[in-house]
């Protein structure tokens, strides 16, 4: 069991008890064939947080909303690209877990590495990636805990750099330079 089900819902009640839910329509694209193409450990995180992001109760602590979770590329004829702008991504073969609030969306890959999908050049930015989901959302959880002010950056900086994260530690985009 991971950090989504066994710790994601008391870092949320601690941090963001007074954040807005999450809500996202019922006719929400379903997430169940996705699960099927990810490892065991990485369905079974994706599976709990979609439930939670479904449930109505989860705090907002990432752009979820109707057109971030579950984007359809295909249906909205937005392509996506592998990191070296060639080749091309299936819209099945990934699924869109929120966005960065500027039109770029963190991606669940096949492999269950999280990815930024770059909205103006519609590819996978290289060096944006987290290892897993669990990974991902702990990270996310900290990064707005710290923007929110309940968390200072000395108290988690460590363990973000301990954890080794493209997605947190690349110079300019990362979520620690954001953070500074």
């Known amino acids: 069991m991971g950090y989504v089900e066994r710790d994601l819902d008391g870092d949320l009640a601690r941090w963001f008890a007074e954040a807005p839910r999450v809500e996202i329509p019922e006719e929400t694209r379903p997430v169940g064939a996705f699960l ?22 989860m705090a907002r602590f990432l752009e979820l909303e109707e057109w971030t979770y579950g984007f359809d590329f295909a249906a909205n004829g937005c392509e996506v690209l592998g990191t070296d702008y060639a080749t091309p ?39 944006t990636d987290y290892d897993s989901i669990d990974t991902f959302v702990w990270s996310l959880v900290r990064y707005q805990a710290v923007r929110d002010g ?11 750099r301990e954890l080794g994260q493209p997605g947190a530690l690349a110079p300019e985009v990362g979520l620690l330079a954001y953070m500074t």
């Open 150 to 160: 309940a968390l200072d950056l000395p108290s988690v900086e460590a363990e973000f």
């Open 36 to 57: 099927a193409k990810l490892p065991a450990e990485a369905a079974a995180a994706l599976e709990a947080f979609d439930r939670r992001v479904r449930s109505g109760e």
């Open 89 to 127: 991504i299936p819209d099945e073969d990934l699924w869109a877990i929120g966005g960065d609030g500027g039109g770029n969306l963190f991606v669940v890959l096949t492999t269950g590495r999280v990815a930024v999908w770059f909205h103006e050049e519609q590819v996978i930015e290289a060096h």
